[in-house]
């Protein structure tokens, strides 16, 4: 008794704490898990999208950004299966459609035959052939005609039959259409959720892409402002937007690689959305979503000035400057602006194609130096490599040695070409 007695307590706590067998709660309802993780992935991004970037840290914006991402791409994927279900409920309607049609022409074929055959019977009646039997004195004759007419005794069977299962088949195939266009019904409206889903993670990541743009550049006319006063500071600043233009461009560079798939997929899926009847089923589109703004990589506002790109920022500095060496005889040329992309070529190209050598081997191991992507202000628009500047020696550096920073530019000691607003 006293064991009963336990085991009752023990059940009644387990109740209580919710502590129960799958078994036993089968009646408690359940959350779909992949819903669940859909929908905090949503909330999670939408609070993100409201991150303050000017006051947030580089952790909080790259994770912010990771959480939009992965959003995007949750919701995208959750769109991409609805959009095969659509596909597969219309593609079952098409094919039970098909059917029914084949059908009828097979029911009626055979409804012909069932009334040629009625009225051959009403004609000629099944008992007259046997009298005919039976009125024969030769065996072989009777047994031939008695042969006949078995024959088409169950010839006429099979005929109806062959109705019976059209008519059985038929009234399925109808259920299974109706069925399908319900699921398809079902599937649209959600489609149109998931669509609407997929536009909203959209907006989130461009709210989010629209202020770092804008955090990028404010920051950026700050370094500039404390060129002067504040070496340090102006490039600390400058580097940290030079890494997040860097984070900014591998989420867009995702963001091209999920369009071109999905275009990819679309156009595989049109090929291949004939119905038996030989018409086209209607193809998908993927959902559209904006784009961030600006010339450059983040945003940056880019100007060209005697075919140097550069951060428009610093466009007037340098035109003055280029305008003043031209004015001495010194002809300065070179590149300026380059996006996170080329940077990333850059490395390929004078560290190695490896994960380290691209993204931490130092920039004074690679021949010719060059700055890890995100990290060069090449990225931001605020350096320049001149041409001609390949030594100490050459007039090109001197003349830069003695003149560019009256117009805010200074030199990386460890290259002699590579001139920007923090000499960095």
Request: hydrophobic letters at 40%.
């Given at each position: ?11 009644a706590i387990a109740m209580t704490f919710g502590l129960v067998a799958p078994e036993l709660a089968s009646s408690a309802p359940r959350q779909d898990p992949r819903a669940e993780r859909e929908r905090v992935r949503a909330e999670q991004a ?299 070529e850059l490395r390929k190209q004078h560290c190695g194609t490896s994960y380290y050598a691209i993204y931490q081997m130092s920039s004074s191991s690679c021949s010719p130096p060059t700055a890890r992507p995100g990290s060069s202000q090449h ?46």
């Open positions: 008794m006293r064991r009963r007695s336990l085991v009752a307590g023990i059940a939408q609070v993100a999208a409201e991150l303050d970037t000017t006051r947030a840290s580089e952790q909080q914006i790259s994770e912010a950004l990771n959480v939009i991402n992965e959003n995007l791409q949750t919701q995208e994927a959750a769109l991409a299966r609805t959009q095969e279900q659509v596909a597969q409920a219309k593609q079952d309607v098409a094919d039970a459609e098909a059917a029914i049609a084949r059908l009828k022409g097979e029911i009626t074929d055979l409804r012909a035959v069932v009334r040629q055959r009625a009225v051959k019977a009403y004609m000629s009646p099944p008992g007259d052939d046997v009298l005919s039997v039976l009125d024969t004195n030769d065996f072989v004759t009777a047994s031939s005609r008695k042969f006949y007419i078995e024959l088409q005794s169950q010839d006429d069977a099979d005929v109806a039959d062959r109705l019976n299962g059209a008519l059985s088949e038929i009234d399925y195939q109808r259920n299974k259409a109706e069925e399908a266009r319900k699921v398809a019904e079902k599937k649209e409206a959600e489609q149109e959720e998931r669509t609407e889903a997929v536009r909203s993670a959209k907006a989130d990541q461009q709210q989010l892409q629209d202020s770092i743009q804008n955090t990028i550049a404010n920051q950026v006319a700050r370094s500039i402002e404390l060129q002067n006063t504040d070496r340090a500071l102006s490039k600390k600043i400058a580097e940290q937007q030079a890494l997040l233009v860097a984070q900014l461009a591998a989420q867009q560079a995702a963001q091209q690689k999920a369009a071109a798939d999905a275009a990819a997929a679309a156009a595989a899926a049109a090929t291949s959305t004939q119905r038996p009847d030989g018409s086209e089923a209607t193809a998908l589109p993927p959902v559209s979503g904006g784009s961030g703004g600006g010339t450059g990589t983040g945003g940056i506002s880019l100007c060209t000035v005697g075919g140097i790109t550069v951060n428009c920022a610093i466009s007037g500095k340098l035109g003055n400057m280029l305008n003043a060496a031209r004015g001495d005889g010194v002809a300065l040329s070179g590149g300026g602006y380059r996006d996170p992309a080329q940077q990333i990225e931001i628009g605020l350096a320049i490599d001149f041409e001609n500047c390949s030594s100490r020696g050459t007039r090109c550096y001197q003349w830069l040695a003695g003149n560019a920073a009256g117009f805010g530019f200074y030199n990386l000691p460890s290259e002699p070409w590579h001139w920007s607003t923090s000499g960095s």
